[in-house]
């Protein structure tokens, strides 16, 4: 067996802060993901940056991240990126779609994704899990890693995924979001949270909305103000995340 080979999809610009603090977005996946001996390369498909077609095969799993862009947009690059997808699903490649990511994923699969009935969600927000899912495939990856049926987690966006194809299974919900969580076979599995983030990530983004007035002032320090009252469950979407990504059910 030679060494397990993963790629970030990145989806987002780096900002010059997380740049500085944590090697970038690539270099907060790979510090929640990365193992010993694994080869972890990142793609920079918002700038146009996709692996090759030859390359595609040799990587046992892809991560596919947030973005400031909509998933229901049709900007060239999107467009690539939903012809990637789909050209995994066809080679049963493990992808796991983190918020954009998610919504992307879910949209490359036939599903409808656009902007949230119930607007911006940010701050730290309480997740359902399924626990008894008629498909196995869920309960049996959280049953065997222990996950609680309710998680917390970091969550920043103002889309998301209205329906799913009818062979998608919803994994969580939550009293804000209908899919906050979805699988498709065993192999593709998409988060609209940010496990990966910390809750400094999440302020210095809160500011960077601001300033580019996404969200007014008021919201943005009522968003604050309320990241004391819950801590995200980093450790148990660290194990999951792995778990899936990595197969190890």
Known sequence: MGEKRFAVLLCAEDSEYVKKKYGGYFGVFVKMLAAEGEKW?????????????????????????????????????????????????????????????HQVLGRSLGGKTGRANKGWDIGVRTIQLSSSSS????SKLFSSIKIPIALSIIECHRDEIRELPAKA??????????????????????????????????????????????????????????????????????KLCISFLKGKL
């Open 135 to 138: 498909s196995s495939s869920s």
């Open 169 to 238: 299974e919803v994994i969580a919900w939550s009293d804000k979001t209908g899919i906050e969580m979805f699988r498709y076979g065993d192999h593709m599995m998409g988060i609209q949270g940010h496990p990966e983030y910390t809750k400094d990530i999440l302020l210095h983004l809160i500011d960077r909305l601001l300033q580019r007035n996404f969200i007014m002032e008021s919201f943005a320090e009522e968003a604050k103000a309320k990241l004391e009252e819950l801590e995200p469950d980093s450790e148990a979407w660290k």
């Open 41 to 101: 390369d990142v793609y920079r498909v918002v700038e146009g940056e996709f692996p090759e077609e030859e390359e595609i095969g040799s990587y046992d799993g892809f991560v596919i991240t947030g973005s400031c862009s909509d998933a229901h947009s049709n900007d060239v690059w999107i467009c690539r990126l939903i012809a990637l997808l789909k050209k995994l699903d066809s080679l049963k490649k493990k992808v796991l779609g983190i918020c954009f990511g």
